[in-house]
């Protein structure tokens, strides 16, 4: 069984950074594509970050602002988020797949193991 479980989710203004974090255990972490998904109400999961074979990936929203990075060691993995905006306001989630192929990466369902979400919500 994989066990995901993100922290570091909270309230902050405009222009403020957070860091968010997802412990995996019950997994080779090495091998797994490790991705970061957001939702608001009434939307489908939003795409955010993956980070697979050393190389990252980005919606176009947040790249040149948001920074993910994994450490195998602890094994966790870690989105950085600057310049927050309040459009960045979401439950963000992270999620896990061994088998996922590259051109699905931003999909959700390639995903089979997900965390239970951290709220970010930033005021403007």
């Known amino acids: 069984q994989v066990y995901l479980v993100e922290s570091g989710g909270g309230l902050v203004q405009a222009g403020e950074s957070l860091r968010l974090s997802c412990a995996a255990s019950?997994?080779?972490?090495?091998?797994?594509?490790m991705a970061w998904f957001r939702q608001v109400p009434g939307k489908d999961r939003e795409f955010v970050a993956a980070?697979?074979?050393?190389?990252?990936y980005y919606s176009d929203s947040v790249k040149d602002r948001f920074t993910a990075s994994r450490d195998n060691a602890k094994p966790t993995v870690y989105l950085q988020m600057n310049s927050l905006q309040p459009e960045d306001t979401a439950v963000y989630y992270c999620?896990?797949?061994?088998?996922?192929?590259?051109?699905?990466?931003?999909?959700?369902?390639?995903?089979?193991?997900w965390g239970q979400g951290t709220q970010v919500t930033v005021s403007s």
């Open positions: 999620a896990a797949s061994s088998t996922v192929i590259q051109s699905a990466l931003r999909s959700q369902q390639a995903y089979g193991y």
């Open positions: 019950g997994v080779t972490f090495s091998r797994y594509t």
């Open positions: 980070i697979r074979w050393g190389r990252t």
